[in-house]
């Protein structure tokens, strides 16, 4: 029980450390930058946690963000409103997931395969259409969006529990969310069993995808730029976030809140050493063995299990 | 005296699987090892063959206290195990898994190829396997896999070698095969330590016996002084009548027709039919297309000719989907594979496939799915802690009731039940019955593939028996064994 719950003890200390260690840290103005700077992964983190759980991976979500994040801001540019380029964002990237399923599921290629093909094709497609440069002219309002505030509270933060509810719900309270479950801890069982396989992994696929365009459209409107080159490496964050809550590559494992509390133990760990002045070298290899700590207390937990 | 174990005591979490173990084991002798589903047999086992530690109580091996750590220390004493759940490496071939951690080497590391596969061929034509070394052990039925454990084991074990339920996938011409490797074991003087659910398999073998109950040594006793009754009232702590009868219903209606089905190379010309209110047995020989034929009618596998109806309706059924919407169930034999998510709890898995049953409009009801979960683990007496439970940390006994449980929620019109009772106590198995009579009596249709051919000859109403791939006849169900031995095995007339 104690080891089920060590990422969020570790979660805790690290917060109630950092209040110690940095005045700096616990302010209104930190703690808001802290929550918009994890938002983008944060959102990523929840798509992954389904693909994860479904037994799949995605390793192209940074190129899906960029795609989003581009697409939508080239609409706005246009002079599309900023609404409906939002959403263009969002269905950029939930197509992209879409073809990562569809191609996972009907050429039987393993995703690890697929999605290293289109980390690599939508980053290709990407800096195709923007030839490289990047898209400035965004219309005021969108900053909104990644930097708006309600009472004072970052307008993401909203966002972020919102998904993070939603995903939540789909996951534990749904069929597809069992199904999930099922295909990613033994596919042939799910499949015997009568579950339409093909269709919940693409959907799953999908999702995530989405997700992914939205946290490229929040990226866009933080930098103020749609960017073809955003997102680069974003991919091991996300799934490093998954994996320090309790997720595993095996597939058939994860929640929601284990790869929130992943996504702010890094968020904090980075904030932290900015704080401290530890050189991002150092920081790197700080979350590095984050996460290799995260997985081996993980499996010793079930080992002892038997 | 080969090996002593006393008070043994395991446990996993709050889950206490042994409580006192004990068992003497002699050279030379065959020591069956019975018990209920989830008594503690194969933990025991695990901890004699290194996998697990005892967390107390003393382990004696030729009278000197060990301390086994790893597997590999039983293979320094010479003792082998053949696992009930195949432990094998799916991704290599059967040659290398039979030498796996034993590999002939050419020295630098190098692997010798040629001689593993060589001495694994020779291996397995002196106890005429139905297996070729080469054979990626994916891609083997449940039977492969235990015979391929078998070869390990008997490569392996020089001292002491442990049978976890060798035959509970195995037919006939198999199960005599590995009996005369035990009775060969025993005269090299090596102890055989022998786990079975399959009574009449007792008489035949074993010398002395030990019974298990919830994890403690309950009684041993030479075979000559205990009766079948004696060794199942031990077991289950009172007296059971381990004999079951079926009074058969007058069949109603047709449900499953099946017409001139091929798979080529598989399955050629198969025709029959099941009626509502019948149980039909299914017979043959390991590799004679029965779960093969249980696939395609699924939906698992297209079929290159023939039809099926259900219900009298004519139906393409392309994917498990479609045959559970058309009212089919199949409860595969192989529950690790194919039966079970075992790293999902158990209540999981009894709705996996009726969902909708515990659901409104696509949402969980989380009270419904713990209440059909307790339900079912009641009625087919599930040994568990709660539904929370992962299925995978359940003996293999009561995994099996749970791949059965699955498809109980609901109730379909068609059951095919491929190996039904595999690994399942004798007690048990007068419970499945009983589950799958009740289903016919509802008005459903039940194919009951199996192996043994004790069970074959008390439920079904009659039995279809197949043979490399074709049906070979139809016997009433109160046959023999030669009868149905005669159908399914390679006879003059078939190769004539
Ligand atoms: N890894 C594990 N984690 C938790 N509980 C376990 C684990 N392995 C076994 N158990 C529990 O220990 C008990 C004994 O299990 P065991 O597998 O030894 O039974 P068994 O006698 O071999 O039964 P069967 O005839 O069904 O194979 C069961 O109640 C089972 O649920
Ligand atoms: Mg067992």
Redesign the pocket.
Known sequence: MIQRLLPFLTLIALFAGLCIASPHFLTTTNLSSVVRQTAVINIMALGMTMIIIAGGIDLSVGSILAMGGLLGSMAMERGLPIIPSVLAGVLTGLICGFLNGLMTTQLRINPFIVTLGTLGIYRGVALMISNGLPVHNLPAGFSYLGEGAIAGIPFVWFLLVVCAAAVHILLEHTKHGRFAFAIGSNPDAALYAGIPTSFHTVTVYTIGGALTGLAGMIEASRLMTGQPTAGQGYELQAIAAVVIGGGSLRGGEGTVIGTLVGAFIMGLLANGSDLLGISPYLQQAIIGAVIILAVAVDELRKRK?? | MLLQLTQIEKR??G?T?LRSGNLQVQAGEVHLLM?E????????MKIVAGLYQPDGGSFLWRGQPVRLTRPADASALGIAMVH?ESLLAPHLTVAENIFLGALPSRGFGLVDRRRVHDEAARLIATHNFPLQAGWRVERLSPAGKQLVEICRAIHRGSSLLIFDEPTSSLSEAETREVFRIVGTLRERGAGVIYIT?RLDELRSLGDRVTV?RDGETVHTAPMTECTTESIIQHMVGRPVTAIYRREPLPPGEELLRVDRLSLDPLLKNISFSLRAGEIVGLAGLIGAGRTELCRAIFGLDRPTSGSVSVAGRGVAIRSPREAVAAGLALIPEDRQHTGLATALPIAYNITLAHFDEVARMGFLRRAAEESVSRRFIQQLRI??ESPRQLAG??????QQKVAIAKWLVKQARVFLFDEPTR?I?VGAKVEVFETMDALARAGAAVLMVSSELPELLQVPDRILVMRQGSLTGELPGRTTQEEIMRLAAFSQEASA
Do not use: E, I, W, Y
Not at chain 2, 37 to 44: D, E, F, Y
Not at chain 2, 393 to 398: A, C, E, F
């Open positions: 299990l038997g | 996993f979490g889950v699987a018990g589903n989830g008594a503690g047999k194969s933990t025991l009930q659910h298990l040994k568990c940390r359940l003996s293999g006994g009561n690994g106590d």
